[in-house]
């Protein structure tokens, strides 16, 4: 684990001694957008049209930020379009890696080793964490966006043409208030677990803690009267508090001490995750190999044994009953 420094890999954890042991995510760079036409989108360059078999998905199949562009590749019918590259689930001293022998697909453009030199063929001075998911052009052979939350809203509409594929996760109408969740689930609920597991500070476990279980239960509480968050129609807002939610009770409650209950035991949110879960395409993007052998073997400062465990025992193909909310 660890980043680059104008180019050089060091390896090095998070540091959390300059905010009181509180871990702070840094700001994903680069930040180009593909678009319909190629016109330049929110923030940097013009020139990434959508176009079939151009761009390049580098995911972790743990990661739940990367599993966000996953899910969208799937239910957008990317999958012919966008091709794919799986980082193997250990990160360790060098960071993701392409180590066929450890789950990972290869390096399908550069057949690299790690995931770090991917960011070097963008940039060789590049200074940064070297984080998944990044979108690939593979025609002007760089970066095009290595923030999911944007990757996300690409695939939502900009290869529409394309694909004929034209459901929408973020309908105009709902944007405002989709907006308004996405960033009260990602601050206490989707970071807010990580803010759970990387505190180094009792005070700033607790506080992140006490967060997380409070956003829970109120949204528990708003799919009480609703079958998705936004009501009868699934949207990017379930999606991005989906791929936490499925990675709780498995890892977040025990490796990063987010233990008050399991999301088992939430009235809604219990069946709430099966509802999305049993989405068609949903369950093959979700591999819990990946998901439980990356925390808890990767994070040896707070698992030094990465010894895996073997539960919990969890059917998520169970019915659900949310049709009646
Ligand atoms: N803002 C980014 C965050 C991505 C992120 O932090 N990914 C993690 C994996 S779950 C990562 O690659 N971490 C490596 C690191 O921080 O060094 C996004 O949502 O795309």
């Keep these: ?17 300059k905010s009181d042991g509180k871990f702070e995510r840094e700001q994903a760079q680069l930040r180009h957008w593909v678009t319909k036409d190629g016109e330049a989108g929110l923030t940097g360059n013009s020139g990434f049209k959508a176009e079939s078999g151009r761009y390049h998905l580098y995911v972790s199949l743990a990661c739940p930020w990367a599993h966000r562009t996953l899910i969208f590749r799937k239910l957008k019918g990317l999958e ?4 794919v590259s799986v980082v193997s689930p250990d990160m360790m001293e060098n960071g993701w890696t392409f180590d066929t022998n450890n789950h990972s697909s290869g390096d399908h453009l550069f057949d690299s080793q790690y995931m770090y030199q991917v960011y070097l063929k963008n940039n060789e001075n590049y200074t940064g964490r070297v984080t998944v998911p990044v979108l ?4 002007q052979q760089c970066i095009v966006n290595n923030e999911s939350a944007e990757i996300i809203r690409m695939f939502n509409s900009a290869f529409n043409d394309i694909t004929g594929n034209q459901k929408d996760f973020y309908p105009a109408h709902l944007r405002e208030e989709i907006d308004e969740l996405n960033a009260f689930i990602y601050d206490h609920i989707n970071n807010g ?3 759970t597991g990387f505190a ?4 700033a476990y607790q506080d992140a803690y006490d967060k997380l279980f409070d956003a829970l239960d109120e949204i528990n509480a708003r799919l009480a009267g609703k079958r998705y968050l936004m009501g009868d129609v699934v949207t990017e807002a379930d999606w991005r508090l989906f791929t936490t939610l499925i990675r709780f009770d498995a890892v977040y409650v025990g490796h990063f001490k987010c ?3 399991p999301i088992e035991q939430f009235s809604q949110l219990a069946d709430y995750v099966r509802d999305l879960y049993q989405i068609a395409g949903v369950a093959e993007t979700v591999d819990f190999y990946h998901i439980k052998r990356h925390y808890y073997f990767s994070h040896t400062m707070i698992n030094p044994t990465q010894v895996v465990p073997k539960g919990p025992a969890i059917d998520y193909s169970t019915p659900h009953f949310r049709e009646e909310v």
């Design 1 to 17: 684990m660890g980043l680059l420094v104008e180019g050089k890999w060091q390896d090095k954890w998070y540091d959390t001694k």
């Design 80 to 83: 012919k379009h966008i091709s």
């Design 136 to 139: 690939w052009d593979k025609q």
């Design 193 to 195: 677990v990580y803010k």
């Design 200 to 203: 180094t500070s009792q005070t």
């Design 259 to 261: 233990n008050k209950k």
